[in-house]
């Protein structure tokens, strides 16, 4: 656990490989060292129980959700879309008003992921997001909505906002190329 932030990327990489070959065993002490982990150690630790997507994981990532650091968020933010839980998906619909464009991102592609339509207007405003990532991860969230968010991208097309109508067209456009293969 303590290689989790190791400097060198093999050490990581190693120590996360192990962790994941150990499963659901590794689940409890990883909980006690994300407990206790610098930002580094956090980070590897998640990366790490993202593959185990553990209902035990709940709380910590949670906890992590609301961390002083955008990527311990984001990441974080994942784990909580890949538990799926009611408890976790309202933690990862307020991080859709994160000032950090990587936690807003992290958020919509949770969000699609789970095909969590209920939140489809509050993505929908985020197609007029300032950053071009978080507009972009917007449209592809409600691609993933299938009708209802289908509905608010062909609303966007006409939009005032040159860059939203576009980014709307290009998810449409998506749809078709996908309803055609």
């Keep these: ?11 990581r990489f190693a120590a996360q490989d192990t962790l994941v070959k150990l499963g659901h065993a590794a689940v409890a002490p990883l909980i006690g060292y994300l407990a206790t982990a610098d930002h580094d150690g956090t980070l590897g630790a998640l990366e790490v129980a993202l593959t185990m997507a553990d209902a035990r ?9 609301g961390a002083s650091s955008p990527a311990v968020r984001a990441r974080a933010i994942a784990l909580l879309g890949a538990l799926g839980s009611a408890d976790g998906v309202a933690v ?21 992921g789970l095909g969590h339509w209920p939140a489809a207007s509050r993505v929908a405003k ?3 997001d300032p950053v071009w990532d978080v507009r972009r991860q917007a449209a592809l969230c409600l691609r993933a909505f ?11 097309r006409h939009s005032d906002d040159p860059v939203a109508s576009s ?3 290009y998810a449409l456009d998506l749809s078709a190329i996908g309803a055609t293969a």
Excluded: K
């Design 167 to 169: 980014v709307a067209r």
């Design 146 to 156: 299938g009708a209802p968010g289908a509905i608010f991208l062909r609303q966007l």
């Design 1 to 11: 656990l303590g290689m989790l932030g190791d400097r060198d990327g093999r050490c």
């Design 57 to 65: 994981l709940l709380a910590p990532a949670t906890a992590l959700a």
């Design 92 to 112: 990862v619909e307020r991080a859709l008003d994160d000032t950090a464009a990587v936690v807003r991102q992290s958020a919509l592609r949770a969000l699609g």
């Design 126 to 128: 985020l197609v007029h």
